[in-house]
């Protein structure tokens, strides 16, 4: 009989239409990174893409599972991305794949923490 504190019903949802999740999943079945893209949310927006979120465990990063969760959600959409002000790990990862810092600056309602916004205006990623 299994415990049931270990039995997790996981449900993904996001209301945006046409929206992506992905879960990166590892060889016995542990979700290791999630992400989720979909329609922009903002009425600035400079494309019509925006990665709401992604996030990979910490034994994971610089692995490339982030790159595969981003690769599946975004595909080659032009993207809007908000990052933490001072996340420069982030940004260093968005900016290897094409996100330059547009200007737009905004507080989390939530955390109060200060964002960027980074945009990817072409289909090109840069390695």
């Not at 993904?12 to 999740?21: A, H, K, Q, T, Y």
């Not at 094409?98 to 964002?115: H, K, L, M, P, Y």
């Amino acid at each position: 009989m299994s415990c049931p504190a270990r039995r997790w019903w996981l449900r993904l949802e996001v209301d945006e239409p046409e929206s992506r999740v992905a879960a990166a999943i590892d060889e016995v079945g542990t979700i290791i990174g999630l992400a989720t893209a979909g329609a922009t949310r903002d009425e600035d927006a400079p494309t019509d893409w925006e990665l709401y979120s992604i996030n990979v465990i910490a034994e994971q990063q610089g692995s490339g599972v982030a790159d595969d969760l981003l690769r599946v959600t975004v595909g080659d959409n032009a993207t809007t991305v908000w990052v933490l002000t001072e996340n420069a790990r982030a940004q260093g990862f968005y900016s290897r794949h094409g996100f330059r810092i547009e200007g737009a600056t905004t507080v989390d309602e939530v955390t109060g923490a200060s964002e960027i916004r980074m945009v990817r205006r072409s289909a090109a990623v840069e390695r």
